[in-house]
């Protein structure tokens, strides 16, 4: 039974940021000003009609670790009563924040998680992009930034690291080339990575568990130099996976690879898709729709909205100049009415079985396309 009684504790002692809570009476999700407790209690904003309630849920803060945390001691799994659609489970506390030295360049939400100059560009045209911001594009796409930096984030891929330990590494190569993780603070975004393991399609949370064997990972880096963003991800195995692992990661990658060709001046934006989707069904995976590729410069998120599956109605044609990510998120079973965990914003697939992607930023040029974080290809 959840006893709720009205919280009488003082902001988080350890400083943990924000999470978005499930209100266990009304079930709506906290907002901004919720957070938790690792060591006392859980906090959840609950936004009732005229007054907004913050609770204790004692028997949560009460109760043993559950026997399927996976980290060490001291972490907890903070959802223990939520419905997970797979076997994964968080593994709490979060690391603290990590600091970004003064001196480096950041995006508009970097203090607050207001992504204010993407919001006011919503409906405006895709940016075609000068010769000397292709050259700043390539610059932090290329060899010593984004790729570079996802190359450095894979090596770390092995079994008993933590996404946490993966997150720092990053972060702080990131910071060595005096650049911004990109994802910090997006949308209050907690971490400078995104790590989804398994089950999760996007969007999972660096934490405190430690890899597995047969696990499969995928590291999402982004990266903000002299005033344009680098995206790209790529989907690991950790120590030896399945058959059906590795078909589900050669398939996903072949499906980018299938979607990249399509692009050049002139091309239609909704015929990725058209590429994309005969390849995951011939393979029996499914697409994701709810996720989609995006325009990326001085904007992390701009236009155009690039879906992955077929038949969508994606508006616009490719010129030279344009930059945008594609990144196909392929499931091995069923798409559609994905599991959002508690935390906003990990993204589990609706039946827990496993989900790959891969992601690369492209130029369109005179004559066709230039992947800019091109990479070595897959070996699986
Ligand atoms: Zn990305
Ligand atoms: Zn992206």
């Not at 904003?45 to 907004?52: A, D, E, T």
């Amino acid at each position: 039974m959840i006893q709720v009684i009205k919280c009488q504790s003082k902001p988080c002692i350890n400083g943990y940021p924000a999470a978005k809570l499930e209100c266990p009476t009304c079930h709506k999700l906290g907002i901004a000003g919720s957070f938790f407790c690792g060591q006392e209690c859980f906090k959840a904003g609950c936004n009732r009609p005229r007054k907004r309630w913050h609770y204790v849920i004692h028997d949560i803060a009460t109760m043993p670790l559950p026997s399927f945390n996976e980290g060490e001691e001291g972490t907890f799994n903070p959802w223990p009563n939520f419905s997970y659609s797979g076997t994964l489970r968080p593994v709490y506390p979060l690391s603290e924040k990590r600091a970004v030295p003064k001196h480096i360049n950041k995006p508009d939400y970097a203090k607050d998680g207001v992504p204010k100059s993407e919001m006011m560009e919503l409906g405006s045209a895709p940016r075609i992009l000068n010769k000397k911001q292709q050259e700043r594009m390539r610059t932090v796409c290329k060899a010593c930034m984004g790729r570079e930096i996802l190359d450095l984030a894979a090596t770390y891929v092995k079994v008993g690291v933590t996404t946490d330990e993966i997150d720092e590494v990053v972060h702080n190569a990131i910071i060595e080339r005096n650049a911004y993780p990109s994802p910090m603070n997006y949308r209050e975004f907690p971490k400078s990575i995104c790590t989804s393991i398994n089950e999760v399609i996007c969007h999972g949370i660096p934490d405190k568990r430690k890899l597995r064997d047969g696990d499969i990972l995928n590291i999402d880096v982004s990266v903000y130099y002299d005033g344009y963003h680098a995206d790209l991800n790529a989907t690991y195995p950790v120590g030896t996976i399945d058959e059906e692992s590795k078909m589900l990661v050669r398939t996903t990658r072949q499906c980018l690879d299938e979607a990249i060709k399509v692009c050049k001046p002139g091309a239609l934006f909704r015929d990725i898709g058209k590429a994309i989707e005969p390849v995951a069904h011939a393979n029996g995976c499914s697409v994701v729709h709810t996720f989609v590729g995006h325009g990326v410069n001085d904007l992390f998120h701009a236009n155009p909205n690039i879906p992955h599956y077929a038949k969508n109605r994606a508006v616009g044609t490719m010129r030279p100049g344009m930059a945008f990510t594609i990144e196909p998120m392929i499931n091995l079973g069923a798409y559609g009415s994905e599991k959002l965990w508690p935390d906003g914003w990990t993204t589990a697939t609706v039946d827990g079985r496993r989900s790959a992607q891969f992601e690369e930023t492209l130029l369109i040029t005179e004559t066709g396309v230039e992947v800019l974080t091109t990479g070595a290809p897959l070996e699986l």
